[in-house]
Nanobody, 124 residues
Framework: QVQLVESGGGLVQAGGSLRLSCAASGRTFSGNGMGWFRQAPGKEREFVAALSPSIGITYYGDSVKGRFTVSKDNAKNTVYLQMNSLKPEDTAVYYC?????????????????WGQGTQVTVSS
């Protein structure tokens, strides 16, 4: 059973940067699609970014395109989300997720394992 643990969240001023990490244990993710989602209070879970390490493709949500970058370190079995030019509307709990297939998706229901989430708060 794979376990995903996010870290790196915190409080940052608007315009600042954070890097989130998602460490996987129990299996390697080199052949799995990985995703980042976020959920703000009272809102639905929103797609942020997705990565297929084996296929080598990435997707981003429109609201983060050009500001966020997803990457992976196979040796550390870790996926990262570099977040730059943060805005107050980026405030949310951020989750990483894994698919049992290599293909990526924007839909939360397509992902099979989830981390516990890490809070990101951007002050204005």
């Amino acid at each position: 059973q794979v376990q995903l643990v996010e870290s790196g969240g915190g409080l940052v001023q608007a315009g600042g940067s954070l890097r989130l990490s998602c460490a996987a244990s129990g299996r390697t993710f080199s052949g799995n699609g990985m995703g980042w989602f976020r959920q703000a209070p009272g809102k639905e879970r929103e797609f942020v970014a997705a990565l297929s390490p084996s296929i080598g493709i990435t997707y981003y949500g429109d609201s983060v395109k050009g500001r966020f970058t997803v990457s992976k370190d196979n040796a550390k079995n870790t996926v990262y989300l570099q977040m730059n030019s943060l805005k107050p509307e980026d405030t949310a709990v951020y989750y990483c997720a894994l698919r049992t297939t290599a293909w990526v998706s924007r839909r939360p229901s397509d992902f099979d394992s989830w981390g516990q989430g890490t809070q990101v708060t951007v002050s204005s």
